[in-house]
C-alpha cells in the first residue's frame, strides 16, 4: 500500500513552493515555480499553485492526507463575499499611510499596530476604496480558503498585524463598533484541521476527496518549524526580505516587531525591507554565484550601503520615507556584490542588537533559511560583521509547512 503524504505549500514573494513528506517526516518530493504576473495579483498566486498540483505524481495527489499553507505575513487582499478577489492585493513591504490617525485611535497602546506597514493600515485601504461588503484575508487564509471554497476562516499568525490579540484570543474592543467588523476573518489556531477540500477541486486535480486543509502560518514561523529553532538559537531568513527571529519567555509589543506563538513557544522578530530582492536586481542567480568566487570576505569593500529593495524600511527601524543607498557603485562587479552582502549584513547585525535590546540576550548561534543561506561568501562578510557563528539549514520554508501539516490537531 502506498503511504500517506503530508503536504506544505508557502507562497513567497517571487513564487511558490510545494514540500511533500511522508509519515516518518521525511522528504518525498519538492518543487517550486515562479509568479507569472506580478506577485501583488492573486491569480498569480492561485496560477502558481495549480502548476504545482499538476506537477505532483498520482499516487502522492491520491493519498495525500493533510495540507497546510504558509504565505508572507502582512500581505492583506480583499475579496467578495464569494472569495473573488477585487483588485490588487497590498504586498506586505508596502506602507499606507493615509489613515495613521484612526489606526492610532483604534489601537492606543498598541505599538506593533502603529506602523503605516500594519495590516489594519492596509485594511482601512480597501475599505476605504472597496466599501464594507468585502472580505479582507491575507495571502496564505484566502488561498486556504480557495481550496476549502470557503473563506471563512483565518489563522492566528498571518492575522496579527491585523489586530487579533494572541493572549486574550480577540481582536480590540475598538473594532466591535466599526461598520467593517465582518469583514474580518473568524479566527482558528495555527495546526488545525479546517474541513475538507472542496470536491470540484479534488476531482480537477485528482486529489484526494478526504483531504484536509490545516490552518497554516506565515512563512517565516514555517521556517521556525523547519529550523527546529532551539531556545539560545536564532534564526535568520534570507529570503526577498530578511527576518530574524529567537524565543523568548513574554511576549513583547514593539512598533516593527511580531510575537508569535509557534509550537506552544514565544517567538519575536522583525522583517527588513532589505534582502536578497535588492541582489537580483543587479546580478543573475548565475552571477551571483560566479561574483561571489571572486570575493574576498576578510578584506571589507569601505562601501556604505543601505541596500533596501525600495524606498521605506520596517526593521530595525520603522521608517516609510528612508532612502536606499546603492552607490557609489565600483567598476568591479564582483566589488559591488560584496559591497551589497556587508550592507546587508549591518542591518542584520542591526536587527539582533534591536532583538537584544528589548529580549536582553543575543543567540549563541544563528541558522540560517532561505536562498541567501546557500551563499559560502556572505555567510562569512555575516559571521564577520555579527559576530556570532552562522550555521545553514538546508530545510525549506515549505518542509516546515508541511510538518506543521502532519503534526496538526
Known sequence: ???????????????????II???KELVLSNSVP?????KNPNSWINSCEKLLYSLPIEVKNNLNKLAISGTSGTLTASNVNGDPIGEAIPYYEACNEHKLLVDSLTSGEDHLQTPYSS???ALKLIEKYGTNILLRHQSD???GWFLKDWTHGEEGNNLKLGWDLKNESWPKSYLYTSWQKCLPQ???SGRSIGKVNSNLAERFNLNKNLILISGTTDSN?????????KEDGLTVLGTTIVVKKKIDNPIKEQGITTHRVNGDWVCGGASNAGCGILSKFFSDLEIKELSRQINPSINTSLNLLPLNSKGERFPINNSNLEPILGPRPVSDALYLQALFEGLAKIELKGWEKLRELTGSLPKKIITIGGGSKNPQWRKIREKIINIPIV????TTSFGTALLAINSK
Open 187 to 189: 479566527i482558528i489556531k
Open 120 to 122: 489594519l493600515a492596509k
Open 1 to 19: 500500500m502506498p503511504d500517506n503524504f503530508y503536504g506544505g505549500l508557502d507562497f513567497g514573494t517571487s513564487g511558490a513552493r510545494i514540500s
Open 392 to 395: 545553514s539549514c538546508n530545510k
Open 22 to 24: 511522508n509519515p516518518h
Open 35 to 39: 509568479y507569472l504576473n506580478s506577485f
Open 222 to 230: 514555517a521556517s521556525v518549524i523547519a529550523a527546529d529553532l532551539g
Open 142 to 144: 484566502w488561498i486556504t
